[in-house]
């Protein structure tokens, strides 16, 4: 009994001259979890001042904002006032409509993309089927195709849709043309020297 007070005595005098001691790592603040002892210390010392830091501003978890891993725990972990939650969630407000807007833009430019297409569809299936029922030889027709292909992506380029996958030419083309029966197929000498002109530039 007279040795464990004498150890108790001892751990409580080496916790006074080193906090360390009596603060073990194992009884850091819910808000370290994942942080080492020493971040931790850190992010307590900026937190116990009660001032949120300047970083701290609406927007700061954003991917890009620049914070470090700490800077954005310590954000997360200080409680805001009624004036800054005010502006956060109008910060958040402003940037949910930004972001429905911009969705919004891409839909349209996909839609008007698709609109254009269609006429260059049209004229897909046409050559295909003058191919198909020998009206017009492979090489001009592959050409042809090409072209108009080549030109339906400058298209979804200066709409701005660039590494837009759901806007594939291949797959538009794909599930779109369809080669019509012979009997039906009308080619003017007008379209047959637009198709020519298409696979002789």
């Known amino acids: 009994m007279k040795y464990l007070a004498t150890g108790l005595v001892l751990v409580c005098t ?3 001259i080193n906090p360390s001691v009596a603060t073990s790592p194992d009884r850091q603040p819910d808000y370290c979890t994942g942080f080492s002892y020493d971040a931790c210390s850190r992010i307590r010392s900026t937190i116990e001042t009660g001032i949120r830091p300047p970083y701290c501003a609406p927007g700061f978890g954003l991917v890009g904002s620049g914070l470090t891993p700490e800077q954005q ?5 200080q409680p ?3 004036a800054e939650l005010k502006e956060e969630r109008a910060w958040n407000d402003r940037e949910a409509a930004w972001q429905a807007a911009q969705k919004q833009k ?3 430019a996909r839609a008007m993309v698709r609109e254009s297409w269609a006429g260059y569809g049209d004229l897909i299936e046409r050559i295909e089927t003058g191919y198909k029922c020998g009206v017009l030889e492979q090489l001009p027709s592959n ?3 090409q072209r108009l292909q080549g030109v339906m992506e ?3 380029d200066r709409a701005g849709l660039i590494g837009d996958t759901t806007m594939s030419v291949q797959d538009f083309t794909a599930t779109r043309v369809r080669v019509g029966k012979c009997s039906r197929l009308t080619l003017s000498a007008a379209m047959r020297g637009f198709i020519a002109g298409l696979s002789s530039n």
Not at 73 to 77: D, L, Q, S
């Open 14 to 16: 080496l916790g006074a």
């Open 73 to 77: 725990r310590i954000c997360y972990a």
């Open 80 to 82: 805001l006032d009624a």
């Open 106 to 108: 891409i839909e349209d």
């Open 143 to 145: 050409v042809a195709v």
């Open 154 to 156: 400058s298209e979804k």
